[in-house]
């Protein structure tokens, strides 16, 4: 069988490679692009949980400063994005302890979101998350209304 290079096609290159492994025919497996490609995926996971995480805090921040917008929408938002991160995390547990360090990531790309969505200027928001880990993850935690005047 004609070895298919990761260049020429992903998918076949990803099968046959698989077959090798199983097979343990570890000498005719492509190491490098393989490792490579794991790395990959572990980076992928760790910016889905900073995606989800900005999306929830965009959310909180709507539901704190424009408390009079609130909507089941972004209620629901809100849970639909706690499950999520759940979700990730019971598949890579590994993540969790990052989230400390990545909730500032998720917070700096939140207030620009919140920004396309309030009007609100993302430099009028507080210039560091308002929140803990534990209370962004809390099923029961919504933050209290509270004006941006004094914030920064």
């Known amino acids: 069988m004609k070895a ?3 260049q020429q096609d992903f998918y076949a290159w990803t099968q046959q490679n698989a077959q090798g ?7 005719e497996i ?3 692009n393989i490792a490579e490609e794991l790395e990959s995926m572990g980076k992928s996971q760790q910016h889905a949980l900073i995606n989800r995480l900005a999306v929830l805090l965009m959310h909180l921040l709507q539901w704190q400063f424009q408390s009079a917008k609130r909507s089941r929408n972004w209620e629901l938002t809100i849970i ?6 759940v979700d990730l995390l019971e598949d890579s547990p590994s993540l969790k302890h990052s989230m400390e ?9 939140a207030v620009i979101k919140a920004e396309l969505e309030t009007g609100i200027r ?3 928001f ?7 880990l534990e209370q962004v993850l809390d099923d029961n935690f919504y933050p209290e209304s509270h004006s941006l005047e004094h914030c920064n």
Do not use: F, M
């Not at 507080?126 to 803990?132: A, G, I, N, V």
């Open 4 to 6: 298919i290079t990761y």
């Open 30 to 32: 492509d190491v490098i």
């Open 80 to 85: 639909e994005q706690r499950q999520e991160i």
């Open 21 to 27: 492994l199983r097979q343990g025919k570890l000498t």
């Open 126 to 132: 507080p210039s560091s998350c308002l929140y803990t």
């Open 101 to 109: 360090a990545q909730l500032a990531k998720a917070y700096n790309k």
């Open 122 to 124: 993302y430099t009028d």
